[in-house]
C-alpha cells in the first residue's frame, strides 16, 4: 500500500461551481464567487475586509506594501518558515532580523523580540505554524510598547483562534493560503485580511494593478485610473468557485482532519512518552485546526534514517523548512546570532502523510512503521 504525503480532496461541488461561473460569462476577477467567498470569511470568522489573492505570497506583498516597507526597514520574523514570509518584505528593501522559536513548538518565542528592536524597526511578523496560534497577547504588547505593525502569517491557520479570536484577525494585516496542501484549498490562491480601516481603501488598489478600478465598477468614481503602485494580485472567479465548494464544506472537513490528526497522536503517545520523539505541543491558548500532524526526531542523522526508512514503505512523509537565516540568499546578512530551535526544527521536524481520504489502514501502517524503526 502507497500512502502519499498529501493528495487534494474534492468536495464534488468544484466543478459545477466553476461551470457557473463560466456560464455567468464573468471569469476573470470579483466576479459572483469571489463576492461569496468574501462574504463567507466576514460573515464566519467577523473580518472586516477581506480580499482573495491569485496566493498567500501575494497576500503578504500587499501587506508590505500596504506598510509602506522602505529601504532601510527592518522587519522581524522567524527563521522557521517559508520563504514567502520575509521574501515579500525583503522586495520592498527591507532587512530581516530573525528571530529564534520557542524549545516546545516552531512559533516564534516572544521572549526573544524585543532585544531585537531598533529604531529602524517597522514590523513583526508572526507566522501561525500548523494552524497553532502564537502568544498574541505578548506580541501585541511589545508592538504596542514600540509603536509597530504586526502582520499575521495565516497560510496554515484557516479555522484556528487565539483565546476564543480567529487567527487572522489580531494583527492589522493577515494572509491566508488555499495551496492545494492546506485545509481548504483552490490549488494555487490566498486572501489578505484587513482589519484596520486605513489601509481598506488602498489594498483594493493595489490589488487591481495601481487603480481605482474597484471604486468605478461600485460607482463610486466616473472613471478609474492609475493612482499608487500595484500589481495584478486578484484570482480569476473559476479559482473562487472552486474555494466556494471547499468551504461550504469546512466544517465536515474540519471534522475529519481532526480525527486523523488524533489518530496520529494517539498512536504515537508510547513514543513519545519514552522519549523516542517528540509530538506537536498545544499552548492552553490555541486551538488545533489539523493542518498537518509531526514529530519531532532526536537528530538530523535519526531523521534521514527514519525517512529513509518510510520511504522504503511507500509511505511519503517530508521534513519542513530549512533555517532562513542560514540560506544560501540571507547567511551574509544575518547579525550571527545562533538560533538553536529553530536549527532544531529544522533538522529534525517529520511531517507525516495527512489528506481527507486517508485510510485508517494506511495511517495505521504509518503508525506500526515508525514505532517498529524505533524498536530496532
Request: negative net charge; charged residues 20%.
Amino acid at each position: 500500500m502507497q500512502v502519499p504525503f498529501n493528495k487534494p480532496y474534492f468536495t464534488g461541488k468544484e466543478t459545477e461551481y466553476i461551470r457557473q461561473a463560466v456560464e455567468k460569462e464573468h471569469i476573470s476577477g470579483d466576479g459572483f464567487f469571489t463576492k461569496k467567498c468574501h462574504q463567507f470569511f466576514q460573515e464566519k470568522y467577523g473580518f472586516p475586509k477581506c480580499l482573495l489573492t491569485t496566493s498567500c505570497t501575494d497576500a503578504l506583498e500587499m501587506c508590505a506594501i500596504l506598510l509602506n516597507i522602505q529601504e532601510g526597514d527592518e522587519v522581524i520574523a522567524p527563521s522557521y518558515t517559508f520563504v514567502s514570509t520575509v521574501n515579500a518584505f525583503v522586495l520592498r528593501g527591507a532587512k530581516i532580523i530573525f528571530a529564534d522559536t520557542y524549545a516546545s513548538h516552531p512559533n516564534i518565542n516572544p521572549e526573544e523580540i524585543e532585544a531585537l528592536i531598533t529604531p529602524k524597526t517597522k514590523a513583526i511578523v508572526v507566522v501561525h505554524y500548523a494552524g497553532v496560534a502564537c502568544d498574541m497577547d505578548k506580541i501585541l504588547s511589545i508592538a504596542r510598547k514600540h509603536n509597530l505593525w504586526v502582520v499575521e502569517d495565516a497560510a496554515q491557520a484557516i479555522h484556528s483562534y487565539y483565546k476564543g479570536i480567529p487567527l487572522g484577525s489580531l494583527g492589522v494585516l493577515s494572509a491566508f493560503s488555499f495551496h492545494e496542501t492546506k485545509n481548504i484549498i483552490s490549488g494555487e490562491g490566498g486572501m489578505i485580511v484587513i482589519n484596520d480601516e486605513q489601509f481598506a481603501k488602498r489594498a483594493e488598489i493595489i490589488r487591481e494593478k495601481g487603480t481605482n478600478r474597484s471604486a468605478f465598477f461600485r460607482g463610486e468614481v466616473d472613471k478609474y485610473g492609475w493612482v499608487d503602485i500595484g500589481s495584478s494580485f486578484l484570482p480569476s472567479d473559476i479559482i473562487a468557485a472552486f474555494l466556494y465548494a471547499q468551504l461550504e464544506n469546512l466544517e465536515q472537513i474540519q471534522q475529519r482532519r481532526h480525527e486523523i490528526w488524533q489518530t496520529y497522536y494517539n498512536g504515537l503517545q508510547d513514543l513519545a512518552k519514552t522519549g523516542k520523539i517528540q509530538l506537536p505541543y498545544l499552548p492552553d491558548y490555541a486551538t488545533n485546526n489539523a493542518h498537518l500532524f509531526y514529530i519531532v526526531c532526536n537528530s538530523l542523522e535519526e531523521r534521514s534514517a527514519l525517512l529513509t526508512h518510510l520511504k522504503s514503505q511507500g509511505i511519503g512523509a517530508v521534513f519542513h523548512y530549512l533555517s532562513l537565516h542560514k540560506s544560501a540568499f540571507y547567511a551574509h546578512k544575518h547579525d550571527g546570532r545562533n538560533l538553536p530551535n529553530t536549527d532544531k526544527f529544522a533538522d529534525c521536524l517529520l511531517r507525516l502523510p495527512f489528506y481527507y481520504e486517508i485510510s485508517p489502514q494506511a495511517q495505521e501502517k504509518v503508525i506500526e512503521t515508525i514505532t517498529k524503526f524505533y524498536k530496532q
